[in-house]
């Protein structure tokens, strides 16, 4: 059987991207947009919506674009249970 994905809310999964470097840096309504600069001078963005409880399909598409940064085996300790 497969692992669960957690039920997050914005401000946890910006707490999880927090530990790999990233921050927010600007936030309009209910998204934060969050970026880090990678090693190599990359500059990196992702936007999280900050809701109570975030949905299983937007909890998948954050963990996607985040696995473009970040090794996914160490994500998913994180994103799922």
């Known amino acids: 059987m497969s692992p669960k994905l957690k039920r997050l809310s914005g401000k946890e999964v910006i707490s999880v ?13 209910s ?6 600069v990678s090693p190599s001078g990359e500059s990196q963005s992702l ?13 998948r598409a954050i963990l996607r674009q985040t696995s ?9 300790k994180e994103f799922y249970s």
């Open 17 to 29: 991207l927090s530990q790999f470097g990233f921050s927010v840096y600007s936030q309009k309504g």
């Open 31 to 36: 998204h934060a947009k969050l970026r880090r």
């Open 47 to 59: 936007t999280i919506p900050m809701h109570n409880e975030l949905d299983v399909g937007t909890l």
């Open 68 to 76: 473009r940064f970040i090794p996914e085996d160490q994500l998913r």
